[in-house]
C-alpha cells in the first residue's frame, strides 16, 4: 500500500522559534496533500490543501502566515509553523492524494507531536 | 458543513464481548466512509473503507456498514480483545475528509 512519512515524529522548541514538518510520499506522487491539527481528546480538523505547484487553500480560522505550507514537489510537502507558541503544541498529521478527484483515497502519515515551552 | 459525531464517547468492555460503534453524519451526499484506528499519540491506521454505493464491508473480526440515506454507520468489532483498545475515528469523504469525534475503546482483559 502506499506509504506516507512525517519528519519529525517528535519535536520540542522554544516560544517563538519556527518548526519544520515534513510530510513525503514514499511509493506514489501526491498532486494534493493535506495538513490535520488534532489537539488532545479531540478528532483531526483540517487546516489546510495543498495541491502541487499552487498555493494552500487554507481552512477558515488557520492563520496562512502562520502556518506556511510549501508542496514544493509531487512527493513532499512542508508545513512551516512560524513564530511558535505553546497554544501550538498539537499532533499534526498530513495525508496524501494521488489524484485531484475527492474520492480518490488519502493516505495519513504517522504524525508529528509539536511541543512548544 | 458536514458533520461527523460518534457514539459513545468512550467504551469499556470486558475481553470476548462483542461491541458496536456508531457514526453518524449530517450530510448523505458523500463518496465514502472510512473507519480508522488511532492508538495513543499515534498515526490513523485505516480500517475499512465503504464506498457510498456500498452496504458493508468486512475485515476479520471487524465488520462496517453504511446506511447512506439515514447518515448512519456502525463499527462492529466481534470477541474483542486487549489489543482493541485504541480510538475509533470515522470519516466522510465529501468536498473533503470529515472526521468524527471518535470512540475511545477499552478492552479489559
Known amino acids: 500500500g502506499a506509504v506516507v512519512s512525517q519528519h519529525p515524529s517528535r519535536v520540542i522548541c522554544k516560544s517563538g522559534t519556527s518548526v519544520k514538518i515534513e510530510c513525503r510520499s514514499l511509493?506514489?506522487?501526491?498532486?494534493?496533500m493535506f495538513w490535520y491539527r488534532q489537539f488532545p481528546k479531540q478528532s483531526l480538523m483540517l487546516m489546510a490543501t495543498?495541491?502541487?505547484?499552487?498555493?494552500?487553500?487554507?481552512e477558515q480560522g488557520v492563520e496562512k502566515d502562520k502556518f506556511l505550507i510549501n508542496h514544493a514537489s509531487l512527493t513532499l510537502s512542508t508545513l512551516t509553523v512560524t513564530s511558535a507558541h505553546p497554544e501550538d503544541s498539537s499532533f499534526y498529521i498530513c495525508?496524501?492524494?494521488?489524484?485531484?478527484?475527492?474520492?480518490?483515497?488519502?493516505?495519513f502519515g504517522p504524525g508529528t507531536r509539536l511541543l512548544v515551552l | 458543513k458536514q458533520e461527523v459525531t460518534q457514539i459513545p464517547a468512550a467504551l469499556s468492555v470486558p475481553e470476548g464481548e462483542n461491541l458496536v460503534l456508531n457514526c453518524s453524519f449530517t450530510?448523505?451526499?458523500?463518496?465514502?466512509l472510512q473507519w480508522f484506528r488511532q492508538d495513543p499519540g499515534k498515526g490513523l491506521t485505516s480500517l475499512l473503507l465503504?464506498?457510498?454505493?456500498?452496504r458493508e464491508q468486512t475485515s476479520g473480526r471487524l465488520n462496517a456498514s453504511l446506511d447512506k440515506s439515514s447518515g448512519r454507520s456502525t463499527l462492529y468489532i466481534a470477541a474483542s480483545q486487549p489489543g482493541d483498545s485504541a480510538t475509533y475515528l470515522c470519516?466522510?469523504?465529501?468536498?473533503?475528509?470529515?472526521f468524527g469525534t471518535g470512540t475511545s475503546l477499552t478492552v479489559i482483559p
Open positions: 495525508s496524501a492524494r494521488q489524484g485531484s478527484s475527492v474520492q480518490e483515497t488519502q493516505y
Open positions: 511509493d506514489f506522487q501526491a498532486t494534493t
Open positions: 495543498s495541491n502541487e505547484g499552487s498555493k494552500a487553500t487554507y
Open positions: 450530510d448523505s451526499a458523500i463518496y465514502n
Open positions: 465503504i464506498q457510498s454505493s456500498q
Open positions: 470519516a466522510v469523504t465529501g468536498n473533503q475528509f470529515y
